[in-house]
Protein backbone atom coordinates (compact mmCIF):
# COMPACT_ATOMS: atom_id res chain seq x y z
CA UNK A 1 0.00 0.00 0.00
CA UNK A 2 2.97 2.35 -0.27
CA UNK A 3 2.19 3.39 -3.46
CA UNK A 4 -0.79 4.67 -2.42
CA UNK A 5 0.92 7.16 -0.02
CA UNK A 6 2.59 8.20 -2.84
CA UNK A 7 0.27 8.77 -5.36
CA UNK A 8 -1.62 10.91 -2.94
CA UNK A 9 1.51 13.08 -1.84
CA UNK A 10 2.04 13.30 -6.29
CA UNK A 11 -1.44 14.77 -6.44
CA UNK A 12 0.20 17.96 -4.62
CA UNK A 13 1.09 20.90 -6.64
CA UNK A 14 4.46 19.68 -8.36
CA UNK A 15 6.86 22.34 -10.12
CA UNK A 16 6.27 22.74 -13.62
CA UNK A 17 6.51 24.92 -16.28
CA UNK A 18 4.17 27.04 -17.62
CA UNK A 19 1.09 24.65 -18.18
CA UNK A 20 -0.06 23.59 -21.85
CA UNK A 21 -3.62 23.80 -22.50
CA UNK A 22 -4.64 20.62 -24.18
CA UNK A 23 -8.19 21.14 -23.51
CA UNK A 24 -10.63 19.27 -25.99
CA UNK A 25 -7.37 17.59 -27.85
CA UNK A 26 -8.41 14.94 -29.89
CA UNK A 27 -6.16 12.97 -32.53
CA UNK A 28 -8.82 14.60 -35.30
CA UNK A 29 -8.32 18.57 -34.43
CA UNK A 30 -6.37 20.93 -32.41
CA UNK A 31 -8.54 22.83 -30.14
CA UNK A 32 -5.38 25.61 -30.31
CA UNK A 33 -6.55 26.37 -33.94
CA UNK A 34 -9.40 27.77 -32.43
CA UNK A 35 -10.60 31.24 -33.95
CA UNK A 36 -14.07 32.52 -32.94
CA UNK A 37 -16.96 32.22 -35.06
CA UNK A 38 -21.04 32.33 -35.08
CA UNK A 39 -20.90 28.58 -35.15
CA UNK A 40 -18.48 28.14 -31.81
CA UNK A 41 -18.45 31.37 -30.17
CA UNK A 42 -16.29 30.61 -27.18
CA UNK A 43 -12.83 27.78 -26.86
CA UNK A 44 -15.15 25.75 -25.02
CA UNK A 45 -18.05 25.64 -27.86
CA UNK A 46 -15.33 24.45 -30.29
CA UNK A 47 -13.91 21.86 -28.06
CA UNK A 48 -17.14 20.49 -27.55
CA UNK A 49 -18.20 20.37 -31.04
CA UNK A 50 -14.89 18.71 -31.53
CA UNK A 51 -14.58 16.17 -29.05
CA UNK A 52 -18.41 15.11 -29.97
CA UNK A 53 -17.46 14.58 -33.65
CA UNK A 54 -14.89 11.97 -32.59
CA UNK A 55 -17.24 10.40 -30.13
CA UNK A 56 -19.70 9.19 -32.34
CA UNK A 57 -17.22 8.32 -35.48
CA UNK A 58 -18.74 4.93 -35.13
CA UNK A 59 -22.02 5.56 -34.56
CA UNK A 60 -22.00 7.82 -37.61
CA UNK A 61 -20.70 5.08 -39.43
CA UNK A 62 -23.05 2.58 -37.83
CA UNK A 63 -26.07 4.66 -38.78
CA UNK A 64 -25.45 5.71 -42.04
CA UNK A 65 -24.33 1.88 -43.14
CA UNK A 66 -27.85 0.94 -41.45
CA UNK A 67 -29.37 3.19 -43.51
CA UNK A 68 -28.31 2.33 -46.59
CA UNK A 69 -29.05 -0.68 -46.21
CA UNK A 70 -32.60 -0.24 -45.20
CA UNK A 71 -33.15 1.71 -48.18
CA UNK A 72 -31.52 -0.56 -50.80
CA UNK A 73 -34.40 -2.97 -48.86
CA UNK A 74 -37.05 -1.01 -50.10
CA UNK A 75 -35.26 -0.35 -53.48
CA UNK A 76 -37.93 -2.51 -55.26
CA UNK A 77 -40.96 -0.38 -53.66
CA UNK A 78 -39.42 3.13 -53.52
CA UNK A 79 -37.09 3.15 -56.79
CA UNK A 80 -33.35 3.36 -56.76
CA UNK A 81 -32.44 6.84 -56.12
CA UNK A 82 -32.82 7.38 -52.54
CA UNK A 83 -30.19 4.21 -52.62
CA UNK A 84 -28.09 6.61 -54.71
CA UNK A 85 -28.77 9.52 -52.35
CA UNK A 86 -28.03 7.72 -49.24
CA UNK A 87 -24.51 6.49 -50.73
CA UNK A 88 -24.24 10.64 -51.04
CA UNK A 89 -24.27 10.75 -47.45
CA UNK A 90 -22.20 8.08 -46.70
CA UNK A 91 -19.61 9.24 -48.96
CA UNK A 92 -19.88 12.87 -47.78
CA UNK A 93 -19.02 11.91 -44.18
CA UNK A 94 -16.21 10.03 -45.55
CA UNK A 95 -14.92 13.03 -47.08
CA UNK A 96 -15.38 14.90 -43.85
CA UNK A 97 -13.85 12.60 -41.89
CA UNK A 98 -10.81 13.09 -44.59
CA UNK A 99 -11.44 16.78 -44.76
CA UNK A 100 -11.63 17.35 -40.40
CA UNK A 101 -8.09 16.99 -39.51
CA UNK A 102 -6.39 19.42 -42.01
CA UNK A 103 -9.79 21.96 -42.10
CA UNK A 104 -8.49 25.87 -40.77
CA UNK A 105 -12.63 25.57 -40.32
CA UNK A 106 -13.72 22.03 -39.23
CA UNK A 107 -17.24 23.88 -37.45
CA UNK A 108 -17.97 24.88 -41.04
CA UNK A 109 -17.16 21.72 -42.38
CA UNK A 110 -19.96 20.14 -39.86
CA UNK A 111 -22.41 22.17 -40.86
CA UNK A 112 -22.04 21.66 -44.63
CA UNK A 113 -22.27 18.55 -44.00
CA UNK A 114 -25.51 19.15 -41.78
CA UNK A 115 -26.94 20.72 -44.69
CA UNK A 116 -25.83 18.33 -47.28
CA UNK A 117 -27.53 15.24 -45.09
CA UNK A 118 -31.03 16.95 -44.85
CA UNK A 119 -30.82 18.35 -48.33
CA UNK A 120 -30.28 14.57 -49.62
CA UNK A 121 -32.91 13.09 -47.40
CA UNK A 122 -35.45 16.19 -48.85
CA UNK A 123 -34.90 15.25 -52.52
CA UNK A 124 -35.31 11.40 -51.19
CA UNK A 125 -38.73 12.29 -49.81
CA UNK A 126 -39.87 14.38 -52.75
CA UNK A 127 -38.88 11.47 -55.09
CA UNK A 128 -40.94 8.52 -53.32
CA UNK A 129 -44.10 10.21 -52.34
CA UNK A 130 -43.85 13.79 -50.40
CA UNK A 131 -46.26 13.74 -47.39
CA UNK A 132 -46.64 9.94 -47.83
CA UNK A 133 -42.56 9.23 -47.98
CA UNK A 134 -41.48 6.19 -46.16
CA UNK A 135 -38.33 8.34 -46.04
CA UNK A 136 -39.68 11.27 -43.60
CA UNK A 137 -38.69 9.94 -40.53
CA UNK A 138 -34.93 9.72 -41.43
CA UNK A 139 -34.64 13.89 -40.93
CA UNK A 140 -34.23 12.64 -37.34
CA UNK A 141 -31.04 11.19 -38.28
CA UNK A 142 -29.57 14.55 -38.72
CA UNK A 143 -31.48 15.82 -35.74
CA UNK A 144 -29.51 13.24 -33.59
CA UNK A 145 -26.32 14.89 -33.84
CA UNK A 146 -26.81 18.58 -33.92
CA UNK A 147 -28.11 19.56 -30.45
CA UNK A 148 -24.92 17.56 -29.42
CA UNK A 149 -22.78 19.33 -31.51
CA UNK A 150 -23.65 23.50 -31.25
CA UNK A 151 -25.33 26.03 -29.08
CA UNK A 152 -28.83 27.24 -28.94
CA UNK A 153 -28.52 29.63 -31.68
CA UNK A 154 -27.20 27.18 -34.15
CA UNK A 155 -29.03 24.66 -33.00
CA UNK A 156 -32.62 26.70 -33.82
CA UNK A 157 -31.22 27.96 -37.40
CA UNK A 158 -30.67 24.00 -38.05
CA UNK A 159 -34.13 22.98 -36.78
CA UNK A 160 -35.85 25.41 -38.96
CA UNK A 161 -33.22 25.22 -42.00
CA UNK A 162 -34.35 21.12 -41.80
CA UNK A 163 -38.41 21.68 -41.05
CA UNK A 164 -38.18 23.98 -43.87
CA UNK A 165 -36.36 21.11 -45.85
CA UNK A 166 -39.10 18.73 -44.34
CA UNK A 167 -42.37 20.41 -45.63
CA UNK A 168 -40.78 21.80 -49.35
CA UNK A 169 -39.97 17.89 -49.50
CA UNK A 170 -43.37 17.00 -48.82
CA UNK A 171 -45.48 19.40 -50.42
CA UNK A 172 -43.35 20.44 -53.95
CA UNK A 173 -44.49 17.47 -56.02
CA UNK A 174 -47.40 16.28 -53.73
CA UNK A 175 -49.25 19.24 -52.38
CA UNK A 176 -52.54 17.76 -52.87
CA UNK A 177 -51.38 14.68 -50.57
CA UNK A 178 -50.25 16.83 -47.60
CA UNK A 179 -53.29 19.21 -47.63
CA UNK A 180 -55.45 15.72 -47.73
CA UNK A 181 -53.27 14.16 -44.80
CA UNK A 182 -50.38 15.54 -43.32
CA UNK A 183 -50.09 12.83 -40.70
CA UNK A 184 -46.40 11.84 -41.66
CA UNK A 185 -45.21 15.34 -42.00
CA UNK A 186 -46.78 16.34 -38.44
CA UNK A 187 -45.12 12.78 -37.01
CA UNK A 188 -41.76 14.13 -38.66
CA UNK A 189 -41.69 17.20 -37.35
CA UNK A 190 -42.38 16.33 -33.79
CA UNK A 191 -39.80 13.75 -34.09
CA UNK A 192 -37.37 16.59 -34.98
CA UNK A 193 -38.11 19.29 -32.27
CA UNK A 194 -38.63 16.41 -29.86
CA UNK A 195 -35.18 15.13 -30.43
CA UNK A 196 -33.82 18.94 -29.94
CA UNK A 197 -35.60 19.68 -27.28
CA UNK A 198 -34.32 16.33 -25.52
CA UNK A 199 -30.74 16.20 -26.50
CA UNK A 200 -29.80 19.86 -26.13
CA UNK A 201 -30.19 20.55 -22.60
CA UNK A 202 -27.02 17.93 -21.99
CA UNK A 203 -24.87 19.86 -24.49
CA UNK A 204 -25.80 23.14 -22.42
CA UNK A 205 -24.82 21.43 -18.93
CA UNK A 206 -21.73 20.08 -20.24
CA UNK A 207 -21.12 23.83 -21.80
CA UNK A 208 -21.79 25.14 -18.50
CA UNK A 209 -19.10 22.69 -16.61
CA UNK A 210 -16.82 23.63 -19.41
CA UNK A 211 -16.90 27.58 -18.50
CA UNK A 212 -17.41 29.22 -15.15
CA UNK A 213 -13.86 27.59 -14.21
CA UNK A 214 -14.76 23.94 -14.17
CA UNK A 215 -12.61 22.95 -16.85
CA UNK A 216 -8.62 21.79 -15.94
CA UNK A 217 -6.49 24.42 -17.40
CA UNK A 218 -3.95 21.51 -18.01
CA UNK A 219 -6.17 18.92 -19.78
CA UNK A 220 -9.17 20.44 -20.32
CA UNK A 221 -11.27 17.91 -18.34
CA UNK A 222 -13.92 18.45 -15.59
CA UNK A 223 -12.17 19.85 -12.22
CA UNK A 224 -13.02 19.12 -8.76
CA UNK A 225 -14.86 22.61 -8.44
CA UNK A 226 -17.86 20.78 -10.63
CA UNK A 227 -18.06 17.49 -9.12
CA UNK A 228 -20.92 17.53 -6.96
CA UNK A 229 -23.27 19.13 -9.55
CA UNK A 230 -21.95 17.13 -12.04
CA UNK A 231 -22.24 13.74 -9.84
CA UNK A 232 -26.00 14.87 -8.73
CA UNK A 233 -27.27 15.09 -12.26
CA UNK A 234 -25.33 11.66 -12.98
CA UNK A 235 -27.19 10.08 -10.02
CA UNK A 236 -30.46 12.09 -11.03
CA UNK A 237 -30.40 10.65 -14.43
CA UNK A 238 -29.50 7.35 -13.77
CA UNK A 239 -32.14 6.99 -11.04
CA UNK A 240 -35.25 7.95 -13.14
CA UNK A 241 -34.68 4.72 -15.13
CA UNK A 242 -33.77 2.31 -11.67
CA UNK A 243 -30.01 2.39 -13.12
CA UNK A 244 -26.88 2.55 -11.22
CA UNK A 245 -23.97 5.04 -10.97
CA UNK A 246 -20.46 3.76 -11.55
CA UNK A 247 -16.97 5.29 -10.76
CA UNK A 248 -13.73 4.69 -12.98
CA UNK A 249 -10.37 5.50 -10.58
CA UNK A 250 -7.19 5.77 -13.15
CA UNK A 251 -3.63 6.50 -12.31
CA UNK A 252 -0.98 6.64 -14.39
CA UNK A 253 2.07 3.84 -12.97
CA UNK A 254 5.16 5.16 -11.93
CA UNK A 255 4.55 8.52 -13.09
CA UNK A 256 6.98 10.32 -10.89
CA UNK A 257 9.87 8.54 -13.24
CA UNK A 258 8.45 10.12 -16.63
CA UNK A 259 8.98 13.65 -14.92
CA UNK A 260 12.52 12.38 -13.43
CA UNK A 261 13.85 10.91 -16.98
CA UNK A 262 11.99 13.29 -18.99
CA UNK A 263 11.40 16.42 -17.51
CA UNK A 264 8.06 18.14 -15.89
CA UNK A 265 7.21 19.56 -19.72
CA UNK A 266 7.19 15.73 -21.31
CA UNK A 267 5.34 14.91 -18.32
CA UNK A 268 2.58 17.16 -19.12
CA UNK A 269 2.46 16.03 -22.96
CA UNK A 270 2.15 12.16 -21.36
CA UNK A 271 -1.20 13.44 -19.39
CA UNK A 272 -2.48 15.54 -21.47
CA UNK A 273 -2.59 12.60 -24.24
CA UNK A 274 -3.55 10.15 -21.31
CA UNK A 275 -6.70 12.31 -20.40
CA UNK A 276 -7.63 12.69 -24.29
CA UNK A 277 -7.54 9.07 -24.93
CA UNK A 278 -9.76 8.34 -21.61
CA UNK A 279 -11.95 11.19 -22.92
CA UNK A 280 -12.46 10.09 -26.20
CA UNK A 281 -12.72 6.05 -25.34
CA UNK A 282 -15.45 7.29 -22.99
CA UNK A 283 -19.32 7.00 -23.57
CA UNK A 284 -20.90 10.70 -24.50
CA UNK A 285 -22.49 11.79 -21.56
CA UNK A 286 -19.81 10.44 -19.62
CA UNK A 287 -18.11 12.75 -17.38
CA UNK A 288 -14.20 12.97 -17.43
CA UNK A 289 -12.23 14.60 -14.16
CA UNK A 290 -8.68 15.27 -13.20
CA UNK A 291 -9.00 14.72 -9.18
CA UNK A 292 -5.30 15.71 -8.66
CA UNK A 293 -2.01 15.30 -9.92
CA UNK A 294 -2.31 12.25 -12.57
CA UNK A 295 -5.86 10.69 -10.98
CA UNK A 296 -8.06 11.04 -12.99
CA UNK A 297 -12.21 9.34 -12.76
CA UNK A 298 -14.82 8.94 -15.00
CA UNK A 299 -18.46 9.37 -13.46
CA UNK A 300 -20.91 6.78 -15.96
CA UNK A 301 -24.22 7.68 -15.45
CA UNK A 302 -26.66 4.30 -15.78
CA UNK A 303 -24.07 1.99 -16.18
CA UNK A 304 -22.91 -1.63 -13.86
CA UNK A 305 -20.00 -2.93 -12.79
CA UNK A 306 -19.72 -4.83 -16.40
CA UNK A 307 -20.20 -1.79 -18.88
CA UNK A 308 -17.98 -0.06 -16.43
CA UNK A 309 -15.14 -2.54 -16.41
CA UNK A 310 -15.43 -3.09 -20.27
CA UNK A 311 -15.43 0.84 -20.95
CA UNK A 312 -12.78 1.08 -18.67
CA UNK A 313 -10.32 -2.16 -20.18
CA UNK A 314 -10.62 0.13 -23.44
CA UNK A 315 -9.55 2.89 -22.21
CA UNK A 316 -6.60 1.18 -20.22
CA UNK A 317 -5.57 -0.73 -23.26
CA UNK A 318 -5.86 2.32 -25.51
CA UNK A 319 -3.37 4.27 -23.17
CA UNK A 320 -0.40 1.63 -22.67
CA UNK A 321 -0.71 0.91 -26.55
CA UNK A 322 -0.21 5.02 -27.58
CA UNK A 323 3.21 6.44 -26.86
CA UNK A 324 3.82 10.31 -26.84
CA UNK A 325 6.88 12.44 -26.72
CA UNK A 326 8.72 9.04 -27.31
CA UNK A 327 7.04 7.92 -23.94
CA UNK A 328 4.54 5.07 -23.31
CA UNK A 329 3.25 4.69 -19.84
CA UNK A 330 0.59 2.11 -18.19
CA UNK A 331 -2.29 2.81 -15.85
CA UNK A 332 -4.10 0.69 -13.23
CA UNK A 333 -7.79 1.34 -12.15
CA UNK A 334 -10.38 1.12 -9.99
CA UNK A 335 -13.93 0.82 -10.51
CA UNK A 336 -17.13 0.73 -8.15
CA UNK A 337 -20.73 0.72 -8.95
CA UNK A 338 -23.73 1.99 -6.70
CA UNK A 339 -27.80 2.12 -7.16
CA UNK A 340 -28.02 5.70 -8.36
CA UNK A 341 -31.27 6.34 -5.40
CA UNK A 342 -28.37 5.39 -2.58
CA UNK A 343 -24.93 6.77 -4.19
CA UNK A 344 -22.93 9.17 -2.27
CA UNK A 345 -19.56 10.19 -3.95
CA UNK A 346 -17.60 9.47 -0.63
CA UNK A 347 -18.58 6.18 0.08
CA UNK A 348 -18.42 5.32 -4.54
CA UNK A 349 -15.05 7.12 -4.37
CA UNK A 350 -13.66 5.24 -1.63
CA UNK A 351 -14.77 1.57 -3.12
CA UNK A 352 -13.03 2.46 -6.47
CA UNK A 353 -9.81 3.95 -4.42
CA UNK A 354 -9.16 0.48 -2.69
CA UNK A 355 -9.74 -1.90 -5.99
CA UNK A 356 -7.48 0.93 -7.39
CA UNK A 357 -5.02 0.29 -4.86
CA UNK A 358 -5.65 -3.00 -4.99
CA UNK A 359 -4.33 -3.15 -8.73
CA UNK A 360 -1.25 -1.36 -7.72
CA UNK A 361 -0.15 -3.70 -4.91
CA UNK A 362 -1.11 -6.90 -7.20
CA UNK A 363 1.57 -5.50 -9.71
CA UNK A 364 0.09 -2.58 -11.75
CA UNK A 365 -1.20 -2.16 -15.31
CA UNK A 366 -4.56 -3.75 -14.48
CA UNK A 367 -8.18 -3.33 -13.28
CA UNK A 368 -10.13 -4.46 -10.40
CA UNK A 369 -13.51 -3.70 -9.59
CA UNK A 370 -15.38 -4.26 -6.24
CA UNK A 371 -18.94 -5.28 -6.50
CA UNK A 372 -21.63 -2.86 -5.16
CA UNK A 373 -22.51 -5.14 -1.93
CA UNK A 374 -20.05 -5.49 1.04
CA UNK A 375 -18.10 -9.04 0.79
CA UNK A 376 -19.00 -9.34 -2.76
CA UNK A 377 -16.16 -11.31 -5.20
CA UNK A 378 -13.98 -8.23 -6.93
CA UNK A 379 -12.99 -8.73 -10.05
CA UNK A 380 -10.03 -8.27 -11.80
CA UNK A 381 -8.55 -7.56 -15.86
CA UNK A 382 -5.09 -6.85 -16.50
CA UNK A 383 -1.88 -7.80 -17.55
Known amino acids: MGEGVERRERHGNSPRSEPQKCAGHTDDTDVSAYRRSWLCPTEGDFARTMETYAATHRARIGIVGGAVVLVAAFAPRIGWWPFVLS ?16 ARRPEWWLAASYT ?10 AMTGGAESPMLPMFGIP ?28 SVAHSAALVRDPTMAICTAVLMVGIIVLTLPQYEVELGLRTEGHADAL ?20 AVHGRPVSLVLFDLDDFKSVNDRHGHDAGD ?10 ARHARAGDQVYRLGGEEIGVVLSGAGIDESMAMAQRQREAVAAEAVAGVRVTMSGGVASRPAADARWGDLYRA ?3 ALLRAKADGRDRLYAEAAGPGAQAQAVGA
Open 143 to 170: MLLLANRFRRHVTMVGLAGALAMMLIAA
Open 352 to 354: ADQ
Open 219 to 238: TGLLNRSSLDQGFTDACAAA
Open 116 to 125: LACASIAVGV
Open 269 to 278: RVLCHVADVI
Open 87 to 102: LVIGVQLLILDRRMPR
